[in-house]
């Protein structure tokens, strides 16, 4: 079965501090992976996306993710956070086979000043 | 590019009552449109996914008759919530595929539509 783990359910972290959110993927066959971010009560907005090609993949805002299929993961970084990041993140798997994308349970992000 | 929308934003009806939503894509053609549900502080849960002129797919646990699901043009599609409870309350998410280069393999979401049945 398919299935998305986001190992940290908040993240707090100081302004212009680098941050990194973990996705950890599971499939047994191959995915294409996604990153999106949602503000509150708003939907959700795509950050960027793996289909194939370069493991490390940029994103708006001035994400990015790299891709490792060894560990099965996609994580998530950014080097200098602002406190207009503070949103909530999802770590999504999409599988032809099962033709749906799964998401993991989110992380919340909290810059603080 | 790849803009969905959603109406209304937000609802409040009674309970017994119907709500329709309606989610757009509007600049391109959506060949998949799908309706998850999101709860207070957790992920999003698919309900169904819908292809335009065929019935939706429901997921495991979702009731058809009571979510009905609507994909009559490339770029609209509706969920309607019969005969709504407390219970029903929650906040809808709608998303569409097939932007641009007719990739289905990325989804764009509606900005949701918050509903309290009272």
């Known amino acids: 079965a398919q299935s998305v783990t986001q190992l940290d359910s908040q993240v707090p972290v100081f302004e212009e501090a680098p941050v990194e959110l973990r996705c950890n993927y599971s499939?047994?066959?191959?995915?294409?992976l996604f990153w999106y971010v949602q503000y509150p009560n708003q939907g959700l907005q795509l950050l960027l996306k793996?289909?194939?090609?370069?493991?490390l993949v940029k994103g708006i805002n001035g994400f990015e993710a790299e891709f490792n299929k060894s560990q099965t993961s996609f994580h998530l970084r950014k080097p200098s956070v602002h406190i207009s990041d503070t949103a909530e993140y999802f770590c999504?798997?999409?599988?032809?086979?099962?033709?749906?994308?799964?998401f993991g349970a989110g992380t919340r992000l909290a810059v603080h000043p | 590019g790849a803009v969905v929308s959603q109406h209304p934003s937000r609802v409040i009806c009674k309970s017994g009552t119907s709500v329709k939503i309606e989610c757009r894509s509007l600049d391109f053609q959506a060949t998949t449109m799908f309706w998850y549900r999101q709860f207070p502080k957790q992920s999003l849960m698919l309900m169904a996914t819908?292809?335009?002129?065929?019935?939706?797919?429901?997921e495991q646990g979702v009731e058809k008759d009571k979510f009905l699901i609507n994909h009559a043009s490339l770029t609209l599609s509706t969920l309607t919530v019969t005969s709504a409870h407390p219970e029903d309350s929650s906040f809808y998410i709608c998303s569409a595929s097939g932007a641009g280069d007719s990739s289905t393999d990325t989804q764009y979401f509606g900005p949701g539509t918050r509903l309290t049945v009272l």
């Open positions: 499939s047994s066959v191959s995915v294409y």
């Open positions: 819908s292809n335009e002129g065929s019935k939706a797919t429901y």
């Open positions: 999504a798997a999409f599988s032809g086979g099962y033709n749906k994308l799964i």
């Open positions: 793996y289909l194939s090609g370069s493991t």
